[in-house]
């Protein structure tokens, strides 16, 4: 009821759900795959080096 998007649907991905994670109360059991949009990361942010990244998406 608060109007928060937990998840999102994919278009150009049938059956594929997008949860948000900062939705999540637990996050040890996640981690990363991939990283999308970096063109817009905040310096301090630090991304895996060893996930794929990309500028927009894929």
Known sequence: DCGTHICVE???RPGMLVLKIGTLND???FWPESAIFCV???EY???PEDIPNYERLP
Do not use: A
């Open 45 to 47: 942010h630090q991304v």
């Open 40 to 42: 817009d990361k905040q």
């Open 27 to 29: 996050h040890s059991w």
């Open 10 to 12: 994919s278009p150009p």
